[in-house]
């Protein structure tokens, strides 16, 4: 009874702190110096227009993370799946991942992340895509990254921030997306996974109050300075940036 009366707590505490800086929004972290730039032709050829894949290779944590930046410059909701592979000096391949968004709705830009916790000297994709089979309901919604403020995580002091969504939708969806963050010499510096859901929202799309369904989650805690002000590690010093890769969107159980 104790440890679920302190996780109410924990909780509660940090909900506090999301809705004390929710209007603070995350700046967007901006990528210029791609790898590569691709311009991929739709499956169906009488849809007119392209789909514009941006990719940028990283170390996060002493392994490798590939970004990629996919725009439907198509006149048409589209399906979208990525093929990715892993390859070693030599080219062999050492895994291969797909990802797919259903809700890729015509003029839409996301971000697929890919991190597959090893080391790889290469990265190779391929684009597929067809019509949306049903209504891309991503149209309606609007997803938000609270910019990361100092707080307290029981008794240490923290690094929070927190994922909030505005659904203009009359449905309860789900949304899962990785937040990806970036330190102000480019690195990354944190990736976190969440999936929650949202219910509809008649505020939309103001990013005020109407995100009062926020998911927080800490960046970093220290013990050692949990009496007084926060000292970060020198990587997470300055403003940090962020980008989101919404990776499920599905109408709510």
């Not at 940028?56 to 592979?85: A, C, P």
């Not at 391949?93 to 839409?108: H, I, R």
Request: proline letters at 3%; one cysteine or more.
């Amino acid at each position: 009874m104790k440890k679920n009366i302190a996780l109410i707590l924990f909780f509660a505490l940090l909900a506090a702190m999301l809705v004390s800086c929710g209007e603070q929004k995350s700046p967007q972290h901006e990528i210029s110096d791609y790898d590569s730039v691709s311009a991929v032709a739709p499956d169906d050829g009488q849809i007119s227009g392209e789909i514009t894949v941006k990719d940028k290779k990283y170390v996060y944590e002493g392994k490798d993370v590939v970004i990629l930046d996919v725009q439907n410059g198509t006149d048409t909701d589209l399906s979208i799946t990525i093929n990715g592979t892993y390859l070693d000096e030599s080219g062999n391949v050492l895994l291969t991942e797909t990802k797919t968004f259903d809700q890729f709705y015509s003029g839409y830009q996301n971000y697929f992340l890919f991190n597959p916790k090893i080391n790889f000297a290469k990265f190779t994709y391929t684009v597929e895509s067809v019509k949306a089979t049903e209504e891309c309901f991503m149209k309606n919604v609007v997803v938000q990254v609270v910019k990361p403020n100092s707080g307290r995580a029981e008794k240490n002091a923290a690094l929070v921030s927190g994922i909030g969504a505005s659904n203009g939708n009359d449905f309860t969806i789900t949304l899962g997306a990785s937040i990806v963050f970036f330190n102000e010499k480019g690195d990354i510096v944190f990736i976190v996974h969440k999936t929650d859901p949202y219910t509809k929202n008649p505020t939309h799309p103001e990013f005020t109050t109407a995100y009062s369904e926020w998911n927080g989650f800490f960046i970093y805690t220290d013990t050692e300075h949990a009496i007084g002000n926060l000292e970060l590690p020198e990587h997470l010093q300055g403003e940090l940036t962020s980008v989101i890769c919404v990776d499920i969107i599905k109408k709510g159980e």
